[in-house]
């Protein structure tokens, strides 16, 4: 079904990725990129279980915008072991224009078809989604 908004649909494989990261761990992150020839939302990369930040930061491309989920793990105060999803909107300021409107008017329908995202982040630079900055919205 297609967005109203921007006239892109998401394809099947990205909700079902999804699941599988949320449910099973079967992944570390996903990319997503949308394909404008064919109006659709596809599934770019899969990090496996045992990636890093550094490895998933290092797939966004610097002059492309994306849309990204990331399995974060860490340990609280209480040292309890803790996971959250992360939903990552990816728009460089040297990506196109037309680019960011497209991936901008998506975006929340998007994020609506990954049901289970806890936390969220605009990113334009990579300061902007630093390691620092998700340990901070973890918590």
């Known amino acids: 079904m297609a967005n109203s908004a921007s006239g892109m649909a998401v394809n099947d494989e990205c909700k079902m990725r999804f699941l599988e990261l949320k449910a099973k761990r079967s992944y570390r992150f996903i990319v997503f990129k949308i394909?404008?020839?064919?109006?659709?939302?596809?599934?770019?990369?899969?990090?496996?279980?045992?990636?890093?930040?550094?490895?998933?930061?290092?797939?966004?491309p610097h002059n492309e915008c994306?849309?990204?989920?990331?399995?974060?793990?860490?340990?609280?105060?209480?040292n309890v072991q803790k996971s959250k999803i992360f939903f990552i909107a990816w728009s460089p300021d040297t990506s196109r224009v037309r680019s960011k409107m497209l991936y901008a008017s998506s975006k929340d329908r998007f994020r609506r078809e990954l049901d289970g995202v806890q936390v969220e982040l605009q990113a334009t630079d990579a300061s902007e989604m630093s390691i620092d900055i998700v340990k901070e919205r973890a918590f």
Do not use: H
């Open 66 to 78: 994306r849309y990204a989920v990331f399995d974060f793990d860490f340990t609280t105060d209480e």
């Open 35 to 60: 394909e404008e020839n064919i109006q659709q939302v596809m599934v770019e990369k899969l990090g496996g279980p045992k990636e890093k930040y550094d490895n998933f930061s290092a797939c966004l």
